[in-house]
């Protein structure tokens, strides 16, 4: 288990060191994604201005406030509250996340599935988890909104955040085929038939 302090973006072989229960800080850009996002980037076809090449997507819809355009404020954005949210019904995107637009690192809560997993395996890529009930952490580890394209799904648009100690986040899903969501639901499965042939139940 190790800890590692990326200034994003990063390269392939960074990310392929990387181990399920290693942790993760991010420092530098960091973009936030959602359904409606990602819907109308691979099923609509729209495209992005961003460069995403090599680095971090978080699955977010963040709560922002609206204000006037200034060095602090590039976006005429501030921050409020910029949690993340649940990854499995994004699940379809995670390969064309990767392969179209080269992100390595996905941020989400509750893991990805086998497609995600392969797509890490062959491509290249890790799935970092945030804790639940994070948000007002996590938004503290934003600096700044420096930019926002899509910006008519709002708030689930394209967010462009300046990041500063993102982290430590977790690696639950890596390049290698591990998997901590595997391993727990197997440790679960395995303690439960033991509790049941300790009682004598058959299954």
């Known amino acids: ?16 060191k990387l181990e399920v229960n290693d942790t993760v800080t991010l420092h530098g850009t960091l973009y936030g994604i959602r359904d409606a996002t990602q819907i109308h980037m691979f099923d609509h076809g729209r495209m992005t201005r961003f460069d995403m090449n090599g680095h971090a997507v978080v699955h977010t819809a963040p709560n922002v406030k609206e204000v006037e355009k200034s060095a602090e ?29 080269g992100v390595r690192i996905i941020i989400g809560k509750g893991g990805l599935s ?3 997993a392969d797509a890490f395996r062959d491509i290249g890529g890790v ?24 910006d008519d ?16 986040l977790l690696v639950s899903m890596d390049s290698r085929g591990g998997s901590l ?17 300790c009682m004598g139940v058959k299954f």
């Open 1 to 16: 288990m190790a800890h590692y302090d990326f200034q994003m973006p990063v390269t392939e072989e960074q990310v392929r």
């Open 73 to 101: 404020h590039p976006s005429g954005y501030a921050p409020i509250c910029i949690g993340t949210t649940t990854s499995a019904r994004m699940e379809r995107f995670t390969r064309p996340l990767m392969a179209q637009y």
């Open 114 to 116: 086998q497609s995600s």
């Open 127 to 150: 799935y970092l988890a945030v804790v639940g009930g994070a948000a007002a952490l996590e938004t503290t580890w934003i600096e700044q909104i420096e930019d926002v394209d899509l």
């Open 153 to 168: 799904l709002n708030p689930e648009s394209l967010w462009k955040f300046r990041v500063q100690g993102f982290g430590p």
């Open 181 to 197: 969501y595997t391993q727990v639901n197997k440790a679960a499965r395995d303690r439960r038939a033991s509790a049941l042939a």
